[in-house]
């Protein structure tokens, strides 16, 4: 069965290369052929691949899923080069105006350079070790009061007013994993060889550069992302460090260990929007559907076309994520139901990635439709933030409702010091690939003290503090995608400033901002929504100075 499925595909793609281009009106009805054809090609390897973060633990599934990363997507890759070169070749691509297509034509000569077959194996062995890292944390299960519960489970114990369960919990967390650790160190390794290797086969110096090519990364360098470390050690940890101090006089202890950061004063109860998926569907698409029609309408068409899967079980792959369905015209999004605030948050991101899609999926071009991470974040975290004030359709008291803005706002400051751990740890780790395990870790933990610091105590968890990226998957399935988020959450921001000013018109530049795909350059993206593309250090003065602001007019009793 598999076998004729890859003879259709061949057939597919050789009738793509034997088109005979012979004027500029053949070169863009063969661009929208070309398009179709990767389209549909492309959601049933979605289809799968959603398929296998569903039920991890299925063989079929999983067999299935591995023929395409085996099969399918190598021959893919390699077709896709071929029609690039065809196109680059073509005597018309000089005449598709710039001002249409000039996005295109440098995104194209930009992968067709980054092509080599050779890389094409190791591609496959590079996915061969992706998926035991999923087969690995998606089959982890935790021990709670006698009863096995999946690792998304125990995250509402972190809220928790009593701290013993909160400990108890965040060792719940951090065992199952640290017992994989040397299977997981071992991937680590073996992804590091290979991906030096495939920048050395493609001609360049190091991965980091390998992968700033291949993300289209034109706008901004590796050292640009030390300097934005810099600017916000300089002026996101101090404001960070005052309110783990506020929240720890709040809690009232003497000491601040990990499982205290998400600790609820004993007077107080933890946020909890929804009990189940079906609620939180629901007065999800009332709140955005009072923000834009349109994007109410998306989550209904979604919903009746079972596109949600939100809820956690065992055999399921960790995290969340929205995967757009081309040829269908809808997204997918994958999460996983913890009980607690942050699924309202989640579902609320995933939706701007939804939207995104929405707005988008009529772009003419398939290579506009494919977008920087940068312009995708910004979508996901900026409806976050735009839908705050709506939020109490799912707080009932104006203390909840409250807190949840004062904690989201705390949480989008908070998470910027450990992206930038993230990333410089990634910078690391391909600058010094042989570096032992302990040094690994000890480089974590030197980055967190540095551009993470904070007054947690780690005394007797040190394993913790200097092991805990073993959870970040991005770090096995997608290298150097995490600076994305400290850049799109600092365009949310002015994206929020500029709501707060003007709500509608807001919307109506986020809307069109987000329609342009990767059509235009990135710094214009950002002008379209009426923000800048600017991660100086007086930018994001400001907007901290702009979020303590904010802080302060959230009074909670």
């Not at 000013?501 to 530049?509: A, L, M, R, V």
Request: glycine content about 4%; proline content about 4%; hydrophobic content about 35%.
């Amino acid at each position: 069965m598999n076998d004729q499925k890859l003879e259709l595909f061949k057939k597919e793609f050789e009738n793509l290369v034997s088109v005979n281009i012979t004027s500029v009106e053949d070169l863009k009805s063969f661009l929208l052929q070309q398009k179709k054809v990767y389209e549909r090609e492309e959601e049933k390897m979605l289809r799968h691949y959603i398929a296998f973060q569903c039920q991890s633990d299925s063989d079929e599934i999983k067999q299935q899923f591995e023929y395409d990363q085996q099969h399918i997507k190598p021959l893919f890759k390699k077709y896709q080069s071929l029609l690039d070169e065809k196109v680059l070749e073509s005597p018309f691509l000089a005449e598709l105006p710039d001002t249409e297509y000039g996005e295109y034509k440098k995104k194209l000569r930009t992968q067709f350079a980054l092509f080599q077959e050779a890389n094409l194996d190791i591609e496959k062995q590079e996915d061969a070790l992706v998926n035991q890292y999923f087969e690995i944390t998606g089959g982890l299960t935790a021990n709670w009061e006698g009863k096995e519960v999946t690792i998304s489970e125990l995250f509402t114990h972190f809220r928790d007013t009593n701290r013993n369960i909160r400990k108890n919990a965040m060792e719940a967390l951090y065992d199952p994993i640290l017992k994989k650790e040397e299977k997981l160190q071992s991937i680590l390794d073996e992804l590091i060889e290979l991906r030096i290797k495939k920048a050395e086969n493609a001609g360049l110096n190091g991965f980091a550069d390998y992968m700033f090519k291949k993300y289209y990364r034109f706008d901004y360098t590796p050292e640009d992302c030390t300097q934005l470390a810099e600017s916000i050690r300089e002026h996101v940890i101090p404001l960070a460090l005052q309110l783990q101090k506020e929240h720890k006089k709040e809690i009232g202890l003497d000491d601040y260990k990990p499982w205290d950061v998400r600790a609820v004063p004993h007077n107080r109860k933890p946020l909890k929007p929804v009990d189940t998926d079906v609620e939180l569907i629901n007065k999800s698409a009332k709140v955005l559907a009072e923000l834009d029609p349109v994007f109410g309408s998306l989550v209904h068409d979604m919903n009746e076309k079972k596109l949600f899967d939100l809820t956690s079980r065992k055999g399921k792959a960790q995290g969340g994520f929205c995967e757009n369905l081309p040829e269908t015209g809808l997204p997918f999004i994958f999460m996983n139901l913890t009980k607690t605030d942050g699924d309202l948050v989640v579902f609320m991101h995933e939706m701007g990635h939804a939207i995104h899609d929405l707005l988008k999926r009529d772009l003419e071009l398939y290579s506009y439709k494919q977008i920087p991470m940068e312009s995708a974040e910004l979508a996901s975290m900026s409806m976050e933030l735009f839908t705050m004030n709506r939020w109490d359709e799912f707080y009932k008291t104006e203390e909840e409702l409250n807190r949840a803005k004062k904690d989201q706002l705390k949480s989008a400051i908070m998470s910027l010091p450990y992206i930038m751990v993230i990333d410089q740890f990634q910078h690391w780790l391909y600058k010094h690939p042989n570096h032992t395990w302990k040094e690994r870790t000890k480089k974590f933990g030197e980055l967190k003290d540095r551009y993470d610091a904070s007054i947690i105590d780690w005394k007797g968890h040190e394993d913790w503090k200097e092991k805990g990226w073993l959870y970040t998957l991005h770090i096995y399935e997608v290298p150097f995608y995490f600076i994305e988020y400290a850049i799109s959450q600092l365009g949310a921001l002015q994206l929020y400033k500029n709501y707060k000013e003007n709500p509608e018109e807001t919307i109506s530049k986020y809307k069109q901002a987000l329609s342009l795909g990767s059509s235009k350059p990135l710094p214009e993206v950002y002008e379209a929504a009426g923000i800048k593309l600017d991660f100086s250090s007086k930018t994001i003065a400001e907007l901290m100075e702009f979020v303590a602001k904010e802080l302060d007019l959230l009074t909670i009793s």
